[in-house]
């Protein structure tokens, strides 16, 4: 069975900096794409960072140049490097995991870890 634990959430006030860490167990993490989410009250999930296999990054508009997803395969983790954070980032993020072998997509998730930026 695939499981992603996440880790790092917290409260933090606004300019401050929190990185979050996503462990997979249950497969082999380097064929994974993965994507940190975030969901604030009452807002839709939307997609904050991901990373493929191979390495290649993409950010949403509102965190690029404050946030950095990066993994490391040998420890099946990947972080969310958040700096600069505002109040708007509050929110609880996810990490996913993500796979499409024959065409057909496989998405593994973790428990959601809350990040709250506020004074």
């Known amino acids: 069975q695939v499981q992603l634990v996440e880790s790092g959430g917290g409260l933090v006030q606004p300019g401050g900096s929190l990185r979050l860490s996503c462990t997979a167990s249950?497969?082999?993490?380097?064929?994974?794409?993965v994507g940190w989410y975030r969901q604030a009250p009452e807002k839709q999930r939307e997609l904050v960072a991901a990373?493929?296999?191979?390495?290649?990054?993409d950010y949403a508009d509102s965190v690029k140049g404050r946030f950095t997803i990066s993994r490391d395969n040998a420890k099946n983790t990947a972080y969310l490097q958040m700096n600069s954070l505002k109040p708007e980032d509050t929110a609880v993020y996810y990490c996913?995991?993500?796979?499409?072998?024959?065409?057909?997509?496989?998405?593994?998730w973790g428990q959601g870890t809350q990040v709250t930026v506020s004074s």
């Open positions: 990373i493929t296999s191979g390495g290649s990054t």
């Open positions: 249950g497969t082999i993490f380097s064929g994974y794409a």
């Open positions: 996913n995991a993500n796979i499409t072998p024959w065409a057909k997509r496989y998405d593994y």
